[in-house]
């Protein structure tokens, strides 16, 4: 049986961020559905933020300004605690970036760059042009690969096993061998990134299905806030490809076909640079109401920025738009709609990273500390997979120190959770007739796209309830097509749908419950905020095999709800 001190779940860069920052004296690995550089942080584009103070318009940044913004963004559903802890190490930590290599863009004078982006009262993201995630994600990696750290990539994990509230580890499944391994570890840090596909529109790579956070909490681990999804404003018309909102940090203005700079009707002094829940939803409000273009879109306008402008600091936006669109950014205005980005929900847990299991962690978007509450700041995104992988390694490796050699028995609970998951996909194979697995997955996108997006209301998300629980039934009648076993994407479907349906139920459930509008989540029925009512997390659990709904109160330190005027 494989066994490691410390096994963390994806290999983006708050898995690698967690692995480099737990103790090298321990057995430390990382298990990933992708080789590493191949995991969804490399389609972080615009920045990653810190009070640097290097921009001009900057200098009277700070940690706590920072912090402020962060929780005014939220909508003041963030735990003020973790976002002023999350802000006070930005700092140091973007400059711990820099010293392992991290090739940001610079000013005159060799300092990091640092730009405007959405809602922020300073330019502060720092950046590296259009690729600030790859490049950050490709140097954490080369640490990895200097510090000898055991990857596995190309393994899904299936099950997370834990006995008695304790982690005993978790069973895989291994796509070239076609088989399913037990691995034992004394503590598991999950850091598998968000769900974005479970969205029909969607700048989320095919791996991001929850899987990560479905295993937590069919482990019955809590998942907090699950309703908040955000929308990027602004992704490539028919293609969903990100267009980092560093276009509109450096200039890019939204018009309609009418030729309008429409912003100006909903966020009249941040403009384009609001946060991206009111922009996601002023440009499908103008597509809506008949002001977009045939088809669906508006425009983001880079042309008055000039090619020299648009090639140092966008350039892969600039070949994005040309290879996917047929449209140079240079001379022409680039078609836009939003789309599902980023999942500010996830697995519950404190500022030490830890979940309500003994040895079990995690970080990044799978988590839910909560730094970004009802809508995410950008360049928050990239800043917490540091942070907080760097808290995760460091707890999981305390953990691991002073656990022991974990529950007793950890083995054999291994072993016939392997044994259970072996059973379940031969079953699915004596099937001669059923429902093909991707027929569900794309049932699934739909619904979820159409009844629970941008705008909701009661009637549509009781529809999209129901229509979850129909497919959960409609599961139970799936059939596996194929018999090989090694690289099956057919195998991957089968056990991550459950994930993804378990979250698309307390999602909507959620949703439904939340009887307000709050960042991300807008209900057209209820479109004011209510704080009396709903200054509270939502939490869910898994209960004999049903979703229960419960809450949290909203941690507030100094910074009490106020109205956000943009």
Known sequence: MISHDILVVGSGLAGLSAALNADPKLSTAVISKVHPVRSHSVAAQGGVNAALGNNPNGRDDSPERHAYDTVKGSDFLADQD?????????????????????????????????????????????????????????????????????????????KLVLKNGKCCGVVAYAYDRGEFLPIRARAVVFASGGYGRLFLRTTNSYISLGSGIGLAFQ????????????????????????????????????????????????????????PRDIVARSIQTEINEGRGFEGGYVHLDLTHLGKEKIQKRLPAIREICI?????????????????????????????????????????????????????????????????FGKIAGRSASLFAKGGGAGPAGAEKALRDDLQRIEKRLEGWEKRTEGIPIHHLLRRMKELMTNKA??????????????????????????????????????????????????????????????????????????????????????????????????????????????????
Not at 141 to 150: D, G, H, P
Not at 326 to 336: C, F, M
Not at 340 to 361: L, N, P, R
Not at 538 to 552: D, F, H, Y
Request: charged share 25%.
């Open 219 to 274: 482990a019955g681990l809590p998942v907090k806030d699950m309703e908040f999804v955000q929308f990027h404003p602004t992704s490539l018309y028919g293609k969903n490809i990100l267009i980092t909102e560093g276009a509109r940090g450096e200039g890019g203005v939204l018009v309609n076909r009418l030729g309008k700079r429409f912003m100006a009707d909903y966020a009249p002094k941040a403009m384009e640079l609001a």
């Open 82 to 158: 973790a976002a002023e802890l999350m802000c006070r190490e930005a700092v140091p930590t973007v400059l711990g970036l820099e010293h392992l290599g991290v090739p940001f863009s610079r000013f005159p004078g060799g300092v990091i760059a640092q730009r405007p982006f959405g809602g922020a009262g300073f330019p502060r993201t720092c950046y590296a042009a259009d690729r600030t995630g790859q490049v950050m994600l490709h140097t954490l990696f080369e640490q990895a690969v200097k510090r000898n750290i055991t990857i596995y990539e190309e393994f899904m994990v299936t």
């Open 323 to 387: 290879k996917f669109a047929g449209v140079d950014p240079v001379d022409k205005p680039i078609p836009i709609q939003p789309a599902q980005h980023y999942s500010m929900g996830g697995i519950d847990v404190g500022i030490d990273c830890a979940t309500g299991a003994a040895g079990v962690f995690a970080a990044g978007e799978c988590s839910c500390v909560s730094v970004h509450g009802a809508n995410r700041l950008g360049g928050n995104s990239l800043l917490e997979t540091v942070v």
């Open 453 to 566: 997006g941008i705008f909701r209301d009661r009637k549509s998300l009781r529809e999209a309830v129901e229509g979850v629980l129909e497919m959960r039934e409609d599961y139970g009648r799936v059939v596996r097509s194929g018999r090989n076993r090694r690289f099956s994407q057919e195998i991957v479907n089968l056990f991550e749908f459950e994930h993804s349906l378990e979250l698309a139920e307390v999602i909507t459930r959620g949703a439904l419950r939340r009887e307000e509008t709050r960042g991300s989540h807008f209900r057209t029925d209820f479109p004011k905020r209510d704080d009396k009512r709903w200054l509270r997390h939502t939490l869910a659990v898994l209960r004999n095999g049903k979703v229960t709904l419960g809450s949290k109160r909203v941690r507030i330190t100094k910074y009490k709800p106020e109205e956000r005027k943009y």
